[in-house]
């Protein structure tokens, strides 16, 4: 009889939940003063200048082979850079409910590709199952009418096309980091940090010029949360849950998010929460149940 998974990898989920769920928030309150592109550099410079400090202080030493460093590079790529980039652009056209649903091709796309390219993380009936309940319910939560507005005119296929394959981005990108090996996940968080944000900075100086923008306090504090929590601390917390419970499992974010956002709507902007949505979450957390509940842990 297989164990069910620790305390820790659930707690651990949820608080990674909560720092992605809620940034959400905190973007919306920024982008209306700070590009996107500004805004995303802005983000992972923080956090890499955070992360350098604690990696100094922990006496932590960062790897020299370039075989390491090579890895590092593509999954700063694959799973920060291209995907930030793809969804800053393709938001502009698409609303929040349908971006929503297509990034839910994460979770699927990372049971496929765990499958062929990550050890002992074969598909079993019971995963497909849950996987495929979390995802209606998702969809239940956004509504089935955000459905209904995938495709249109060209633009806007386009624009859809890119925010779902950012979502393929980031479950690639989970099975990259489970075969980086077992760095310190504070050492793996600013190698990523620190990767990401020379790609990114020379893209905001040279597409929006962030020297010209006039910024408040509230939008430079949304900046500098963005860069410490959701970005700083979740990446540690991101590379922790794939060493310890793999990619499959940390997939199940996808599912949870969409709920921490809506309660974040509700709690700050006053957002009304309906039926369907209680439905949907219900819909998620049995989901969750079936994929998981008798999976072992490890």
């Not at 990372?110 to 849950?130: I, N, S």
């Not at 020297?211 to 979740?234: H, Y």
Request: charged share 10%; net charge positive.
């Amino acid at each position: 009889m297989r164990q069910p998974r620790p305390l820790v990898d659930w707690l651990g989920l949820l608080l990674l939940a909560i720092l992605w769920g809620t940034s959400f928030l905190f973007v919306k309150i920024a982008v209306r003063e700070v590009t996107p592109f500004t805004m995303v550099a802005a983000r992972f410079v923080i956090a890499a200048s955070v992360l350098s400090a604690a990696v100094r202080a922990r006496g932590l030493r960062l790897p020299t082979s370039r075989r390491v460093w090579g890895h590092y590079l593509l999954m700063s790529l694959i799973g920060n850079s291209i995907p930030f980039t793809l969804i800053a652009w393709g938001q502009i056209r698409v609303d929040v409910g349908l971006a929503g649903i297509l990034m839910g091709v994460m979770p699927l796309m990372t049971l496929v590709l765990a499958h062929f390219f990550a050890p002992g993380e074969r598909m079993t009936p019971r995963m497909t199952a849950g996987f495929v309940v979390g995802f209606v319910g998702l969809v239940v939560l956004f509504g089935p009418e955000a459905l209904l507005e995938f495709g249109g005119e060209a633009s806007d296929l386009l624009s859809q096309s890119a925010i779902g394959l950012a979502a393929i981005c980031y479950a690639t990108n989970t099975i990259i980091t489970r075969r980086l090996g077992t760095l310190d996940p504070l050492v793996s968080a600013t190698i990523v940090m620190w990767i990401t944000s020379v790609t990114m900075v020379p893209a905001a100086l040279w597409v929006e010029r962030p020297w010209d923008l006039a910024l408040s306090a509230e939008s430079i504090a949304s900046v500098v949360w963005l860069g410490l929590f959701a970005t700083a601390l979740a990446t540690i917390v991101y590379f922790r849950i794939v060493q310890r419970a793999g990619p499959t499992f940390l997939s199940l974010i996808n599912y949870m998010i969409p709920g921490v956002a809506l309660a974040a709507g509700a709690v700050v902007l006053d957002e009304q929460l309906v039926g369907t949505v209680l439905i949907g979450m219900a819909l998620i957390l049995t989901g969750l149940a079936i994929s998981q509940l008798g999976s072992r842990s490890g």
